[in-house]
Every structure is written in C-alpha cells, then in structure tokens.
C-alpha cells in the first residue's frame, strides 16, 4: 500500500504571498491532520479533516486553512506569508475519528521557505 | 502551555546499549501515547504506541513503558544499532487523532 504522498516538497515563497500544500493519504484512510514543524516550537497540530468536515483545530491564526475532498485527499493553505511560516508542513492519515485514537501516518512533509 | 515533557534532549548510547527516553504529562484525559522516529528529510514514523490500560508493550527491541499513577511513559530501544540514529517524539492524544508532541530527543548511536 502506498503511503501518505504530499505535493510539493519544498517551495519557495515571498512574503505576502498565498500558497497551497496537497497531501493524498493512505488509500481507505479517511481521516487527514496537519502539522508544522519548526526547530522553536517542534511539532504542532494544525487541523484535522473527516468526511470533507474540519474535525479540530489547532492553536494557528486564520491565515491558516484548509479542505477535504469527497476521495479524502486535503489541501491547506496559508495566506499572506510571514517569514515565520517557514517550516516543514507534514501531513498525517488515520484509518479513522472520533472517540478514539487512531494510528497516524506521516508524510514527507513539504519544507516551505518564505523569503 | 507544553503538555508533554520530553528528555533528555539528546542522547549518546554505545552500539548494543540501551536507550532510554522519556516523557511526561499532564492531561490525564490522553488515551493513547505513540512514539515516532524521525530520520532527516523525513516524516515521522509510527514505532510504537500503548493505551493506559496495559504496563508495557513490546515490539522487537521497543518497548513502551507506561506508568499511569506518575504520568510518565518512556521508551527503551534495546540493543541500539547506528542504524537507531534519528529523533524520537513522543506524543498522546485524547479521544480524537490530534497529536500534542514532546520536544524530541536526538540519539546517536556510537560503534
């Protein structure tokens, strides 16, 4: 089975601009998290998808957000670029949500670099 | 507010020692702690991971040890290989998939 496959994976950026990260997961998962990853603050939860519907959403400003599409693959997407948006982006599949936790799956993430 | 505390920070262990890391937490409502392992360039990926109603998991040379009463869970790789070099997280999640991670530890694997 294939795993989690994220589109780019490693962009380049100015600051101001928009951009769009895809991530597709596992085949049969339904369940898609982000995550920013950054020396200072590690790993943190962006948000998470199910059934086309966000599940939860992390601690980000609302220049931060993102879909699910009816096949389960996801898009974020950050507008306005800020020099600390700089980060690898990864992207997590689950079989599943709710009451319970299920086993998630990362990606290779996507590095963004804003300039 | 960090919910999950992790050391050491980095770590050195000869081949064929143990590696021992650990992690502590404050919400008592997480009900599901993994570890992941993390190699540059990569993502993260799922090594282990234990629910509070068992002590200890065992898979190959991870073992998770879970102690409920102190709110601690470590992870202990025995018989390090060079191989074992990365960084490891450890994570718990409450009822739903979303992840709070500890600061990671970099272990390096002498021969």
């Known amino acids: 089975k294939a795993g989690v496959t994220q589109t780019p994976r490693y962009l380049i950026k100015t600051r101001g601009q928009q951009v769009t990260l895809s991530c597709s997961p596992i085949?049969?998962?339904?369940?898609v998290s982000w995550y920013q990853q950054t020396p200072g603050q590690g790993l943190q939860f962006l948000f998470e998808?199910?059934?086309?519907?966000?599940?939860n959403k992390g601690n980000f400003p609302g220049r931060f957000s993102g879909r699910q599409f009816s096949n389960s693959r996801s898009e974020m997407n950050v507008s306005t670029l800020e020099l600390g948006d700089s980060a690898l982006y990864l992207c997590?599949?689950?079989?599943?949500?709710?009451?319970?936790?299920?086993?998630?799956?990362f990606g290779p993430g996507t590095r963004l670099t804003v300039t | 507010q960090q919910q999950v505390k992790q050391s050491p920070q980095s770590l050195i262990v000869q081949k064929g020692g143990i590696s021992i890391i650990n992690c502590a937490y404050e919400?008592?409502?997480?009900?599901?702690f993994p570890w992941y392992q993390q190699f540059p360039g990569k993502g993260p990926a799922l090594l282990i991971a234990?629910?509070?109603?068992?002590s200890e998991k065992k898979e190959g040379r991870f073992t998770i040890s879970f102690n409920k009463s102190a709110k601690q869970f470590s992870l202990h790789i025995m018989d390090s290989q060079p191989g074992d070099s990365a960084t490891y997280f450890c994570?718990?999640?409450?009822?739903?998939?979303?992840?709070?991670f500890g600061t990671g530890t970099q272990l390096k694997v002498e021969l």
């Open positions: 234990i629910r509070p109603d068992v």
């Open positions: 994570a718990a999640s409450r009822g739903g998939n979303k992840l709070t």
């Open positions: 998808y199910f059934s086309e519907t966000q599940r």
């Open positions: 085949s049969g998962h339904r369940s």
């Open positions: 919400n008592t409502a997480f009900d599901y």
């Open positions: 997590a599949s689950s079989y599943n949500w709710g009451g319970d936790s299920y086993e998630q799956y």
